[in-house]
């Protein structure tokens, strides 16, 4: 099998090695080797001196029964250290109308790699036809895991109720220029070490960092580069290029760095992963890991098991279900947890995760049992994003007692109203408590909504209201990609406006959303940068510009320093009101049942639900009976009046919170700071809304 038989060593000067665990393990006797693969007929392990290395400097080929037991391939190497670069050649038959896609030519990335090694030359393509590569492969890498002090750090294992998400790129975070940092810390971890102080200024209170595992960049068409992170090469390495120094083993220290710093902040770090799909695509894709390993196992395949089945929308669809790669899922989430610390899991495209080896959608899916009751996840954060590419929603049927759903529903609805849709204020009021609606039925608490407007994935806030339409013609598709039905409106002119008039009614609209986003029960998650503003220029599917598009911009904290001071003290407010608005543990239902919630329209007790209504205001009075707190919301094109509610006859000592048609800083009022308002009526200008708050204790 091995074309470097004068480089082969003798797999018997080396220890039989075991089955357990799978990866590279260092131990006392030297390193551990374990692949599982139950269709290959020879293993080959091998070690490189150099990341750019065409073939390796030493083989070795595991021979049953020695070097198997079962299905799985092990050997134990003497004198190892961490650092030693090594792939696998697993040998099989090519034969996809069967679903195999062995090649014994090419060198392949071990699942369980804590590291790797990306080549200068890598090139994706060249790993997409059968054979030998003329050009070096990404390698994997042994790590001791063990090998890392972490002075004592501890999750501070938040609960939801006081938890504020702020999802953000890693590197997008600090690449642009006027990050202020030196330019090896830009776009890294160590950078977003640099800038905690402004995330801690902002109030949130856990980032939820886009895809970190290692991925593969050049998964994008047209010669552009994926950014966002959504194509996995494996499931337990650090994404390299994050790392300021160019060395796999550093990059595990810096990002453990991050999380230990984030954690001395006391913001939690949440992990986006993609246990849905890899990076290898479709039958056209490249082989460099779980193909060439064993293919019918970690893919679902269609009838035709030449084709891939592709839920995810991206090639493939990862074999969620199958005892193997559900082990390897749960082994995944057990490294990030016990050896990288993180605090909890944002699942992207779950639902795939619910569908069987057939991709038919199960009632008890064996995956997502595995992670809901496993007990060394107890207590970390389990969020889904509760659909997938081919159809299945399951927002609000979602299985399990802890899991934590996107609420797809909220963005739309929230984006409809405000933007003067017919037939949006029942579902509106549904979403300002937390979607009985959706989530009533469950008897959850009411933090099992994640509540966002925006997302990585379509328009920034500031998008929202400057663009009708996406333009995403920079990504070379012909402006084709991303989703048609944005929910958006420009507000008078399509992209930059120099009118005063759009500009004022622009920013109305986007405090607007952030009120709603940061005050309606639920678990409230930002995007990075809406908080002053960042534009992706009107490009609503950005997961190729690594680049000014789509990077925060320091330009603007300065420059929308108003804005910036509106959601701090939205953030600031939000987690003082947690404590007295609601009891600990008490479940949706049973908070607004004990909840004393008034609804009105612009006259007290007169609340319009018809169709054609734009308008709403409600009161309502903390569980306590110590504050109460008076919403007005005008979505329509005038406007409007409303009267107050009085206290017996008296009229309550309402005092001027926050209201999004004024200017900084009197649009948001430090909250011991609020402003008396002695008349009987509140003017609510068009598209805005208002709050004024009660002392009734």
């Known amino acids: 099998m091995s ?14 090695g075991k089955a357990a665990p799978l990866g590279a393990s260092p131990g006392e006797q030297g390193v551990n080797f374990s692949l599982f693969s139950r269709h290959a007929t020879a293993v080959e392990l091998v070690f490189f001196n150099h990341v750019d290395d065409l073939a390796p400097s030493q083989t070795w080929l595991l021979e049953p029964p020695l070097h198997r037991t079962y299905h799985y391939w092990h050997i134990c190497v003497p004198e190892v250290k961490p650092g ?24 392949l990335l071990d699942p369980y ?13 060249a790993f997409c036809q059968p054979g030998p590569v003329a050009q070096p492969c990404m390698k994997s890498v042994v790590v001791d895991s063990g090998a890392y002090d972490w002075e004592g750090d501890a999750r501070p294992m938040r609960p939801f109720a006081r938890t504020v998400i702020y999802e953000m790129h890693v590197g997008g975070f600090t690449s642009h220029p006027a990050s202020g940092l030196p330019e090896r810390l830009r776009g890294t971890y160590a950078g977003l070490v640099e800038k905690l102080p402004y995330l801690s200024e902002l109030g949130i209170t856990a980032i939820e960092l886009l895809p970190v595992m290692q991925f593969d960049e050049q998964d994008a068409p047209n010669g552009l580069r994926n950014y966002w992170g959504y194509s996995p090469v494996t499931f337990f390495a650090p994404h390299m290029a994050y790392a300021a120094a160019n060395d796999p083993l550093q ?13 001395k902040a006391g913001i939690e770090v949440i992990l986006d992963v993609v246990f849905n799909h890899t990076s290898e695509g479709n039958e056209s894709g490249p082989t460099y890991c779980f193909r060439g390993i064993d293919n019918s196992v970690y893919y679902i395949l269609e009838a035709d098991p030449a084709r891939y089945a592709n839920y995810s929308g991206t090639g493939n669809t990862l074999n969620a279900n199958h005892p193997v790669v559900r082990r390897m899922i749960i082994d995944s989430l057990h490294y990030w947890v016990r050896e990288m610390h993180i605090d909890g899991f944002r699942f992207d495209l779950a639902s795939i995760l619910a569908r069987d080896e057939k991709g038919r959608p199960l009632e008890n899916p064996p995956v997502l049992w595995d992670i809901e009751s496993d007990p060394e996840l107890a207590g970390v954060k389990l969020i889904a994003e509760a659909w997938d590419a081919a159809g299945l929603y399951q927002v609000g049927s979602f299985i399990g007692d802890s899991w934590k759903e996107w609420n797809g529903r909220f963005r739309d609805d929230v984006r409809a109203f405000f933007r003067g849709d017919s037939g949006r204020l029942s579902a509106m009021a549904s979403r300002l408590l937390g979607s009985p609606d959706i989530y009533g039925h469950e008897e959850r608490e009411p933090e099992q909504s994640i509540n966002f407007v925006t997302c990585h994935d379509g328009f920034t806030l500031n998008d929202l209201v400057s663009y009708n339409e996406k333009h995403n013609e920079d990504n070379g598709e012909q402006n084709r990609d991303g989703s048609n039905d944005n929910l958006s409106w420009n507000c008078g002119a399509e992209g930059p406006s120099d009118d005063p008039d759009i500009e004022q009614l622009r920013s109305r609209q986007i405090k607007n959303f952030l009120a709603v986003n940061l ?47 509106f959601v701090q003290l939205l953030v600031r407010a939000r987690l003082q009101r947690e404590a007295s608005m609601r009891a600990e543990g008490a479940s949706l239902n049973e908070m607004l049942r004990d909840a004393t919630l008034q609804w009105h329209g612009v006259r007290l007790g007169q609340p319009d639900w018809s169709q054609d209504s734009h308008s709403i205001a409600v009161t309502i009075h903390s569980l306590s009976g110590a504050l109460a707190m008076h919403l007005m919301i005008n979505a329509w094109k005038e406007d409007l009046r409303f009267e107050l509610p009085n ?3 008296q009229q309550q000592a309402w005092r001027r919170w926050l209201d999004t048609a004024l ?21 609510v200008k068009s598209h805005s809304l208002a709050i004024l708050v009660a002392s009734l204790g």
């Open 84 to 107: 030693q670069l090594y792939a696998w050649r697993v040998q099989g038959a090519h034969d996809p109308a069967q679903g195999h896609r062995f090649d014994k030519d090419k060198f």
């Open 251 to 263: 990059a595990l220290d810096e990002f453990r760095n991050m999380v230990k710093a984030c954690h």
């Open 663 to 683: 200017d900084p800083p009197n649009d948001i009022l430090p909250w011991q700071q609020t402003l008396p308002w002695p008349e009987l009526t509140y003017p």
């Open 3 to 16: 074309d470097h038989r004068h480089n082969q060593a003798s797999a018997r000067t080396c220890l039989p």
């Open 113 to 125: 790699a804590r590291a790797i090694a990306v080549p200068d030359g890598y090139d994706r393509k």
């Open 519 to 565: 005050l309606a029960l639920g678990t409230p998650m930002l995007l990075m940068g809406d908080e002053v503003r960042r534009t992706q220029l009107g490009n609503n599917n950005a997961y190729c510009h690594n680049n000014h598009r789509s990077w925060f911009n320091w330009e603007q904290v300065d420059q929308q320093a108003g804005l910036l001071r």
């Open 647 to 649: 206290n017996g006859g």
